[in-house]
Structures are given as C-alpha cells and as structure tokens.
C-alpha cells in the first residue's frame, strides 16, 4: 500500500481525498493540518448582510475523515525535503509519504502601508467578514471604500471577483435596511479595466453596474497607502471611513524553507500535469492556490480550479501507481457568478468558450444551492 500525504484541508486537499477513494486507490491517506475544518470562503460575501454567520460555514471535517479512512495529523508543515518524501511540521515532527499534494493555498501580500492598522483585509476568514458586519452596523452613515490589488509579479494572483461581490452586496444591504442614502460607496483599483480576467465584456457589466448603483469609480492609479480617514493612489486622495482591501497573494510562506521550485510571484511552480516542476520532485504534486501553473491568462485562483487541479494530480499519482506516465493535464475553466446579494452575473470561461449572462435573480439562489450541494458531503 502506498502513502499519499496531502498537506492543507481546503478545497483542494478535500477535492484529492474523495478522488483518491472514488478512484480505489490502495493507499493510505495522511492530511496534515492546522485545524481539521472546511470554511467555505465564497460564502463570506453574505457575512456584512448576515444572510450567513460564521458557523454556517465552518464544516468540522471528523465524519467525513472517518468514513473516507483518513488519518488527521494536526500541524503546520514548516518545510519539506528529499523531493518531497519528508515533511517536518513547526512542531518538529518528521513525517515521509511515497507521493505528496501540496495544497495549503496562497497568502495574501500585506505590504500597502497602512493596511493592517486602518483597513479591513474582507476575505481572511470569518473573523475579518463578522468585522465588517458589525463595523457598518455601528456605522451612523459615511464613506466605505472598497478595492483590491495585485501581485505585480503575477498578475493572476489576485481575488478580485470576491470585493465585487462585498461592493455590491453591501450596497443591496444597506439600500433595503433604508440606509444607503446615508452611505457614500466608492470603489478603487490599480488597473484602468478591473476584473479583467473576467473577460472584456464582464469589466463593462460591472462598471455599469456600479454607476446603476451609484458607486463612485476611481481607477487607474494604483493605492500607495491607507491612512485612519482615506485610500491614498498615485493621483489622489480618497475620505474614507472604512477601508475594505483585498490584496494580491503570493505563496505560503514555509516555501521559504524549502528548495520547492518557486514562479516569479513566489507559489510553487507546478506543469500542467501538477507536478511541481524538476526531476529532483518525482511523486510530488500541488493543487489549488499554493501552485502557479501554465495555462491561459484569464485562469484564476479559484476553489473550482483547484478542484480540477486536485483531480488531475490524483489521477496523475494514480498512473504512476499503476506503472504510467502521468497522463492528465488539469482543465482550465473559470466559473463566477458575481453575487449581490439578490442577483448574480455568471460569468464562464474556457479553452473554446467565453459568455456572460446578466444579473438575475436564478443565479443568486444558484449560488446558494452550490453551496449547499457542495458541503454536502462533508457535513454528512
Ligand atoms: C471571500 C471569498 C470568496 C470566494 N469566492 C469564490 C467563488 O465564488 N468561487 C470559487 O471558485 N472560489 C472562490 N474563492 C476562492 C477560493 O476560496 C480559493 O481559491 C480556494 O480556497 C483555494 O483552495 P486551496 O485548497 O488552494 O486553499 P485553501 O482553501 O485556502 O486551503 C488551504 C488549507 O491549507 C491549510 N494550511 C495553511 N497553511 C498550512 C501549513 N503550513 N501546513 C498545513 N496546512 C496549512 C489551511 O488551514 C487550509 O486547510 C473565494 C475566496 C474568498 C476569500
């Protein structure tokens, strides 16, 4: 029986867990973690309004360990070594594997001055998403500015999909609490076409949007600073009472203590078979955010890419258990829908494909059934 160790228990190294038993693999499964719960991130964006609270999202993961026959092993992994086959946690452990998943996700760049003292980073977790709830109920009426960045060494690296889902679900909110005329909302970005990995038609759907909402657009100067009462940008300076920013992400940063080939934005370099790339890295795959990988330029970091990049690395240790060549390369397929809280944008990328369909109020209650079907098996 082989030992395939995965590292994380977000998407991508639950997705990995279920391929690996659907697949019958004959292996044993080690999952080392900090902490042995799901949070369903997507669903932050209904945090402000409390459609969710933070409970809502977090799956505790025992059950379905149990029943997939997967031994939990608490801890941060520090480093790892010898191709991938040890693996040492922060407490020292030393742990080995005949095949290893990297999937502990990305991090965000904190570096805008001024950030973590005056702004909220909304997509950190629940405790920053109940932050923002809470902050605009204690607000009487003001300024709220919301923006995000990116890494500039690469520039797929961003979560820019999640703060317009923040921007528009906190104006729905406060437009059907009666409280929008006492709020001013502004959006900032670096990039004169925000999101527009989205493709060239969604970046107008959502400008028009924010003008229908009457959101103030500052774009194309890129923020250089947030201070107690504004966004600074390379043009100018922008009042605000509260700051939501979103930076971009680069790799974990135990990569650091690691010979782990790494792109130029600093995550785990991977082929399009995910494997991390050198011949030094036999039997060692990433999946999810963790990895940069080739592909086109619209694929995002998104839990639905690196379910299918979860998928491919299983499959690809599944062929070389059996004596193959890895053979599966991960599909690129970018799937959004923009919530605001009543409505959606869909918006679907891939290979052959690109289309947006408008905001309607089916792809809202989509949504929320995906999320729904999605925890399904884990909660369970
Ligand atoms: C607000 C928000 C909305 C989003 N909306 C969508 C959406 O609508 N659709 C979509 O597809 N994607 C969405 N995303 C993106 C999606 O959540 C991420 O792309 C996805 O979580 C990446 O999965 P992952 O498995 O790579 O990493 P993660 O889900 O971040 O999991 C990383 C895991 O690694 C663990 N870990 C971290 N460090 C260590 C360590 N040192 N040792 C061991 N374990 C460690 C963590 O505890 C965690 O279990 C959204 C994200 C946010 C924040």
């Given at each position: 029986m082989k030992h395939i160790m995965i590292l994380g228990s977000g998407f991508a190294a639950l997705t990995a867990v279920r391929q690996i038993r659907k697949a019958r693999l004959d292996a044993k499964i080690t999952l080392v973690s900090p902490n042995r719960h799901l949070t369903y991130l997507p669903?932050?964006?209904?945090?402000?309004?409390?459609?969710?609270?933070?409970?809502?999202?977090?799956?505790?993961?025992?059950?379905?360990?149990?029943?997939?026959?997967?031994?939990?092993?608490?801890?941060?992994?520090?480093?790892?070594?010898?191709?991938?086959?040890?693996?040492?946690?922060?407490?020292?452990?030393?742990?080995?594997?005949?095949?290893?998943?990297?999937?502990?996700?990305?991090r965000y760049l904190k570096k805008l001055p001024g950030l973590a003292e005056n702004g909220i980073i909304p997509c950190e977790g629940v405790a920053m998403a109940q932050a923002i709830h809470d902050r605009i109920a204690s607000m009487q009426g003001g300024t709220i500015a919301m923006g995000f960045g990116t890494n500039p060494k690469e520039t797929q690296a961003?979560?820019?999909?999640?703060?317009?889902?923040?921007?528009?679900?906190?104006?729905?909110?406060?437009?059907?609490?009666?409280?929008r005329d006492a709020f001013k909302l502004v959006f900032f970005?670096?990039?004169?076409?925000?999101?527009?990995?989205?493709?060239?038609?969604?970046?107008?759907?959502?400008?028009?949007?924010?003008?229908?909402?009457?959101?103030?657009?500052?774009?194309?100067?890129?923020?250089?600073?947030?201070?107690?009462?504004?966004?600074?940008?390379?043009?100018?300076?922008?009042p605000a009472d509260l700051v939501l920013?979103?930076?971009?992400?680069?790799?974990?940063?135990?990569?650091?203590?690691?010979?782990?080939?790494?792109?130029s934005g600093g995550f785990i370099q991977a082929d399009s078979k995910c494997?991390?790339?050198?011949?030094?890295?036999?039997?060692?795959?990433?999946?999810?955010?963790?990895?940069?990988?080739?592909?086109?330029?619209?694929?995002?970091?998104?839990?639905?890419?690196?379910?299918?990049?979860?998928?491919?690395?299983?499959?690809?240790?599944?062929?070389?258990?059996?004596?193959?060549?890895?053979?599966?390369?991960?599909?690129?397929?970018?799937?959004?829908i923009v919530d605001s809280l009543n409505k959606g944008i869909l918006v679907f990328r891939d290979h052959s494909r690109s289309f947006l369909l408008p905001a309607m109020r089916p792809a809202h209650w989509a949504k929320r059934i995906y999320e729904s079907l999605y925890l399904r098996p884990y909660r369970r």
């Open positions: 669903s932050l964006i209904w945090m402000p309004s409390g459609i969710r609270k933070g409970a809502d999202l977090d799956v505790d993961l025992e059950q379905f360990l149990a029943r997939k026959n997967v031994d939990w092993h608490q801890g941060r992994v520090a480093s790892v070594r010898d191709g991938g086959r040890t693996v040492e946690t922060e407490a020292g452990e030393v742990l080995t594997n005949d095949f290893l998943i990297v999937a502990t996700g990305g961003v979560r820019g999909g999640p703060m317009f889902e923040f921007l528009f679900g906190i104006d729905t909110m406060l437009r059907k609490a009666g409280r970005n670096g990039a004169d076409r925000p999101g527009k990995r989205l493709g060239e038609k969604a970046v107008d759907k959502l400008l028009e949007e924010m003008a229908r909402r009457d959101i103030d657009v500052h774009i194309g100067a890129k923020p250089t600073r947030i201070d107690a009462d504004k966004v600074v940008t390379e043009r100018e300076e922008i920013f979103m930076p971009g992400l680069t790799g974990p940063a135990w990569l650091d203590n690691t010979d782990l080939p790494r792109s494997r991390v790339v050198g011949d030094d890295w036999t039997g060692c795959y990433v999946a999810g955010d963790a990895g940069s990988y080739p592909g086109p330029d619209w694929m995002a970091k998104q839990a639905h890419q690196a379910d299918l990049q979860a998928k491919a690395a299983v499959a690809n240790i599944a062929d070389e258990m059996a004596g193959r060549a890895p053979s599966h390369d991960f599909k690129a397929e970018l799937v959004c």
